[in-house]
């Protein structure tokens, strides 16, 4: 009897145990994760009602508004006036659906949480005042809608980055979804936990070949890219950390293909233009805090995000010799940009198929990236086109010559919007 006891209060006091450690997992350990998570839609329901700031474009397009009612007069939380061109960036916020991109990553500053925002000042603590925060991207309007149409309507991916701080100028994946069918009211709107396309440009790893084929540039700059293979820390949710791919082992060895999300590669041709070095790409450019009383377009604060060094690709001494090396592929292809006023505008290029680990086949797709100007590069396009019989898109030797037309489109249209003076721009 006492035996029994004994094992009885032993299995009690473990069971006690384990629902202790499970509560302080759930309370403070996975308290943030599980807040945060894209299918959790307390915190968007909460937010019905409550003052939320908008997400606006470098070039003043408001991406996201926040509104108390559509049409019919049912409340609803976010208008997306721009429907999928932004939508795996800013995301969405609904009560059924929860939230992603943007409005999940910056809830806190978007909805006037953040300390930077709530409190500017000693007085602040004792205002009885709303204030929340309008997040700024570093994507312009002009070259995202320049990189939507150059991909066109083959799957896959533009991405733009501007090589001095890290800005993302365009980031484009198709296919998109629409936001306003995740928020809406309306019956039949996509429900919560519906699958959703991956955003291409930065989720999804691709097979690229790193064998001579390429030529030594893109060898070189692949080779380089494979020394960070772990996700680049944009400010977005959902990156994959590499550990765990999809797809058939493809081996190892100098010469295996280098599996890379889109930005890694737009990251890595950028780290050439910088001395080697990788900087943390990003699509926030400042955070404007205001009160609730105020208009848009009048904040009383803000923070700005600096560029932020995420690890060392190249070598400084190697990186002019694989700038001149891309600089040279360029000309032999007879690639030149053409932004304004027909002044032409020297590119470096590396570019070639996707990798098929699984046989030779075809319909492989294709990949390029460029920088621009070749003598001191500010721009870096990195274009991913997947694989696609029925746009015979991937066959033949010189199917990247595709994906390298697509970057030079974007570069112009970027080298374009800098030629224009500040005070002319909205």
Do not use: C, K
Request: hydrophobic share 45%; charged share 20%.
């Amino acid at each position: 009897m006492r035996g029994r006891i004994i094992r009885l209060t032993v299995a009690l006091a473990a069971g006690f145990a384990i629902m202790l450690a499970q509560l302080t997992n759930l309370g403070f350990v996975s308290a943030d994760g599980l807040r945060s998570h894209e299918l959790n839609t307390r915190a968007a329901a909460a937010a019905i009602g409550n003052p939320r700031g908008a997400i606006i474009s470098a070039d003043g397009e408001v991406l996201a508004l926040p509104i108390d009612h559509d049409d019919t007069g049912q409340r609803r939380l976010r208008e997306y006036p721009h429907g999928p061109l932004y939508a795996h960036v800013v995301g969405y916020l609904g009560a059924a659906a929860g939230a992603s991109g943007i409005e999940r990553s910056y809830d806190s500053e978007l909805s006037g949480a953040a300390t930077g925002i709530a409190v500017q000042e000693l007085a602040d603590l004792f205002a009885d005042s709303s204030r929340v925060g309008d997040v700024v991207l570093t994507l312009h309007h002009g070259v995202q809608l320049t990189a939507r149409a150059a991909l066109g309507d083959r799957d896959g991916a533009v991405v733009v980055i501007d090589t001095a701080t890290g800005a993302l100028i365009a980031m484009w994946s198709r296919p998109s979804f629409d936001p306003e069918a995740l928020v809406s009211p309306a019956p039949g709107a996509v429900q919560a936990g519906a699958r959703l396309p991956v955003a291409r440009a930065y989720q999804r790893h691709y097979a690229i070949a790193a064998d001579e084929s390429l030529g030594r540039a893109g060898v070189e700059l692949l080779t380089g890219a494979r020394r960070e293979p772990g996700p680049t820390g944009v400010d977005l949710p959902g990156e994959p950390d590499g550990t765990e791919l999809d797809g058939t082992d493809i081996g190892s060895g100098d010469e295996a293909p280098v599996r890379l999300t889109p930005l890694q590669l737009a990251a890595a041709a950028a780290a050439v233009a910088n001395d080697g070095i990788r900087l943390r790409p990003h699509v926030v450019g400042r955070v404007d805090g205001r009160s609730t009383d105020g208009e848009l377009a009048t904040p009383d604060a803000s923070v700005e995000t600096r560029p932020r060094d995420a690890g060392r690709l190249f070598d400084a001494a190697s990186t002019p010799g694989l700038l001149a090396r891309m600089a040279a592929a360029a000309q032999q292809a007879s690639i030149r940009l053409e932004p304004a006023d027909g002044v032409q505008v020297t590119a470096a290029v590396a570019n070639g198929p996707l990798a098929d680990p699984s046989e030779a086949g075809t319909h492989t797709g294709s990949w390029a990236v460029l920088l621009t100007p070749a003598d001191a590069p500010t721009v870096a396009v990195a274009v991913l086109i997947e694989p696609d019989s029925t746009l015979d898109i991937g066959n033949g030797p010189r199917s990247d010559t595709l994906a390298t037309m697509i970057a030079a489109t974007a570069a112009e249209a970027t080298l374009a919007l800098r030629a224009v003076p500040d005070s002319d721009r909205p």
